[in-house]
Every structure is written in structure tokens, then in C-alpha cells.
């Protein structure tokens, strides 16, 4: 089993910038992919980022890439998410993920991942 547990949510100006924390405990040997999703009310939850176990790889979705920085330090644990020039539309509540499998690789659908945390609100004024 994998804990995960986010911060680093707030309110930020447009404009701004945002750093996001994902802490996971427990079975963090594994070393899974990771990812962040993010889900506003009424919309579908929405692929945000994901990185391999090692942190070689990185995915992004097209809302965010170019602005959005994901990255893992393994010997924390931990997972975090950059979020820079931050828009009105970047408000959501934002979720960490992992995947079951150890040494995997991200993917960008949310059903592969068999760990989530409980979510960080972000809200960006414009």
C-alpha cells in the first residue's frame, strides 16, 4: 500500500506561480510512476503530468506543457509539480497519483493508477 498526500495549493494571482507537493508513505520501494491530475466541478478529472519511476521521463497535457515543470526526489519520497504563468483556468483541485507497478512508466489515463491522494485546491484570480 502507498499513502499519498498533496500540498502546497492556494490562491495565486494570474500571472503567478505554484509549487505542489505529493509526500508518499509506505511501500515507497516500489518506485511507481506518478502523475497529477487535476478536476474542476462538472468536468472530468484531466491528465496534468506524469513521470517514470526514475524521473527520466515526463509527460504532459497540452493545457500545460510549456508552463508546468513535474520532477520526483525518490529519497524524499516525494513528487512535485511547478506551476508557472498560471491562468483562471488552472483552478482546480489537484490530485497525485501512483501507479501499482513497480519501476513503471506514466500513463495518461487515470484508471491505470491504483493509488490517489485526497487533492490540493489551487485557485488562480485573474
Known amino acids: 500500500q502507498v499513502q499519498l498526500v498533496e500540498s502546497g495549493g492556494g490562491l495565486v494571482q494570474a500571472g503567478g506561480s505554484l509549487r505542489l507537493s505529493c509526500a508518499a508513505s509506505g511501500r515507497t520501494d516500489r518506485v511507481p510512476a506518478m502523475a497529477w491530475f487535476r478536476q474542476t466541478t462538472g468536468k472530468e478529472r484531466e491528465f496534468v503530468a506524469g513521470i517514470n519511476w526514475s524521473g527520466a521521463t515526463t509527460y504532459y497535457g497540452d493545457a500545460v506543457k510549456g508552463r508546468f515543470i513535474i520532477s520526483r526526489d525518490n529519497a524524499k519520497s516525494t513528487m512535485y509539480l511547478q506551476g508557472n504563468i498560471l491562468t483562471p483556468e488552472d483552478t482546480a483541485i489537484y490530485y497525485c497519483?501512483?501507479?501499482?507497478?513497480?519501476?513503471?512508466?506514466?500513463?495518461?489515463?487515470?484508471?491505470?493508477?491504483?493509488?490517489w491522494g485526497r487533492g490540493t485546491q489551487v485557485t488562480v484570480s485573474s
Open positions: 497519483a501512483a501507479r501499482k507497478e513497480a519501476y513503471s512508466s506514466p500513463s495518461r489515463n487515470e484508471g491505470d493508477y491504483g493509488y
